[in-house]
């Protein structure tokens, strides 16, 4: 018979708080993180991380110019003279007779009135500028996955998750001939990367429910992975050789996934090694003692289909840190490479937003 997910875990909770105390650290204060003590007869859910209520509203941050953003400019009274401006990857746009005008990092007004306050020198009056922003370059955002126009997306104004999927074409769908359309992504595991860190989205709640207190407003270098549903892989981060994503075939233990990713390197924290399971926004976390189970102490436990094993390099004291930590490094892994694809299916240079500094 096949064991549930949580049973297949129970050999790790039962022996819970002696987990903790490896590398010369303190306990983690599993209770007073709001997680049932690890002795409990199951593994509960994480709880979910609250959204900054800033996050839901349009930010009031004024546009600032940059390379490839284009404008029409007119000096009043003068519309003979209209033309298009692009701002070059030096950050300056070039009118008339003006040698270059450097606008990077100035509003549209403050644009208008430097270009005005150059074109001075030539005529006797200052003349009053127009500029009229027509699109927008230096400002992106990532949208990958499984989207029905997957791609960077320019940042023009104020921009939900909802507004962005919907310009992606809504999220795939798998259609079998003669069947039901059923959802090809898998929105328990899609995820927003802000300044290298997860943004704690419900993916599933914002999309499949309408929750509108998951949409989150978008900035400049957002990164959005919705992966696919069937992605029967492990993946093993930290404090190992070769960091990787494993291809489940068959059954696959912690113990034989740390061996395909090389080992751990020295001095790796062997006794809190931990598997994350399960939604991103709401995910399942025990911790395994490593060295117990290579000495033959404790019982390897089997990993099922989707679980992140991670080594610590030290210990960690708060639980919810050490989920973030985990959470952290799996998103920038995928965002990475994610990109990476991206930009060498689109065989054109683009910058990924992701910090890879722990």
Excluded at 171 to 192: K, Q, Y
Aim: aromatic residues 6%; negative net charge; glycine residues 8%.
């Amino acid at each position: 018979m096949t064991r549930s997910p949580r049973t297949s875990l129970l050999p790790l909770i039962a022996s819970g708080l002696a987990l903790f105390s490896g590398c010369q650290s303190n306990s983690l204060p599993v209770a007073r993180q709001g997680i049932p003590d690890p002795v409990a007869a199951e593994l509960n859910v994480f709880p979910a991380q609250p959204l900054d209520p800033a996050m839901l509203r349009p930010s009031d941050s004024v546009f600032h110019l940059g390379p490839g953003d284009t404008m029409e400019i007119e000096v009043i009274g003068d519309s003979a003279n209209r033309t298009s401006l692009t701002v070059g990857p030096d950050g300056k746009v070039y009118y008339n007779i003006l040698p270059g005008v450097d606008v990077w990092g100035l509003t549209l007004p403050e644009a208008a009135d430097r270009i005005g306050e150059e074109l001075r020198k030539f005529v006797r009056e200052k003349p009053a500028v127009s500029l009229v922003l027509k699109s927008v370059a230096s400002r992106q955002i990532w949208v990958l996955g499984r989207l029905n126009s997957p791609g960077v997306y320019a940042l023009g104004g104020p921009t939900s998750i909802l507004d962005v999927v919907v310009e992606a074409g809504g999220v795939a769908v798998n259609t079998p001939v003669g069947g039901v359309s059923s959802d090809d992504a898998d929105l328990s595991r899609s995820f927003l990367i802000r300044k290298g860190h997860i943004v704690p989205v419900d993916f599933q709640r914002l999309l499949h429910e309408g929750d509108a207190s998951q949409n989150v407003y978008l900035e400049p270098d957002d990164f959005i992975y919705v992966p696919p549903l069937r992605s029967a892989q492990v993946h093993v981060l930290g404090a190992v050789l070769q960091p990787r994503s494993e291809r489940m075939t068959g059954s696959l233990t912690v113990i034989q996934a740390i061996a395909m990713a090389g080992g751990t390197v020295p001095d790796a924290c062997l006794p809190n090694v931990a598997i994350l399971r399960g939604s991103l926004a709401h995910p399942q976390i025990a911790i395994v003692a490593v060295n117990q189970v290579l000495g033959g102490k404790a019982p390897d436990v089997r990993l099922e289909p989707g679980d992140i094993v991670y080594v610590p390099y030290t210990p960690e004291r708060v639980l919810l840190r050490y989920v973030n930590l985990i959470l952290d490094t799996f998103v920038r892994t995928v965002g990475v490479n994610e990109g990476a694809y991206a930009i060498s299916s689109k065989s054109r240079p683009v910058s990924v937003g992701v910090n890879l500094s722990p």
